[in-house]
């Protein structure tokens, strides 16, 4: 089954619009075609199975859809993203199982975005008329994205490690500890906004100010360690402190590609 989603998740990240799976000892059992299903219904955008029979399946890949232009996805990936660590916090603050819950199903939504830009810089990569047509200058700014796309994925996945942690507390965290961590997560949520947002205008000074953050975001960790040292969930807190102090670090990565993208014109300017 996980070798057959592989399979399938390649052929689409390397841009084939129609995908023909057979297997080669006969007919695609049960098992296989689930996961097929399986794969298409949580990973691909804009994909559907176009044939079905005993011994093989054919998917296809919509490929015009203007209003899934790579920019307008990254976006929806950042709020996404965005939105789950904000519900992370809720749910710790809470203690809400069905919230924490609810996050680590989004994560899906966040990595079949994920695939969808992928295969969209590999297809820009192969033209230049593409890659004018998704809103990109440069054959160089598909590496950035490619930086900034994996960067908001592992920030969803930060959301999905605190939710989940959050459900090993025996009790509410204190209202004082809470503050200092939401306080923390705001700040880091502040770098994310801020980087996304010079990435996507090309907003060389608003870039560098997110990288000019970044040590600010590791005093911020020190001082709330240095105030909970005696708490009996200090080794939990420890590990979400780390998951925010990531989320600025990656937002960091993503204001960089930003700088990297506009360096030339600030220098021309």
Known sequence: GESI??????????????????????MIT????????????????????????SNFITLQTLTSLPELSIKSVL??????????HKDAMTALRDLNRELADSIINSDDEVDK????????L??????ERVLKDMGLLRLSDTLGY???VKSIERVADHAVAIANKSKEFASKPSRDIMNKIEDMSNFALSMF????EALLRRDYDLADNVAEKAYTIKEM?????????????????????????????????????AINHTIDEIIIS
């Open 5 to 26: 989603k592989r399979r399938v998740v390649s052929a689409y990240l390397a841009g084939y619009n129609i995908i023909h799976i057979r297997n080669k000892d006969g």
């Open 30 to 53: 049960p098992k296989q075609r689930e996961a097929i299903r399986e794969v298409v219904r949580r990973n691909l955008v804009s994909t559907e199975i176009i044939a079905d029979s």
């Open 75 to 84: 976006r929806r990936m950042f709020l996404l993203a965005s939105a789950m």
């Open 113 to 120: 975005f994920s695939l969808y830009i992928m295969r969209n």
């Open 122 to 127: 590999v297809l820009a990569s192969y033209s």
């Open 146 to 148: 490619r930086v900034a």
């Open 193 to 196: 906004e801020d980087a996304v």
């Open 221 to 257: 960790e020190k001082e709330i360690i240095n105030h909970i040292t005696n708490d009996q969930n200090l080794s939990n807190y420890k590990l979400i402190l780390e998951d925010l102090r990531r989320v600025a670090e990656y937002s960091s990565d993503i204001s960089e590609v």
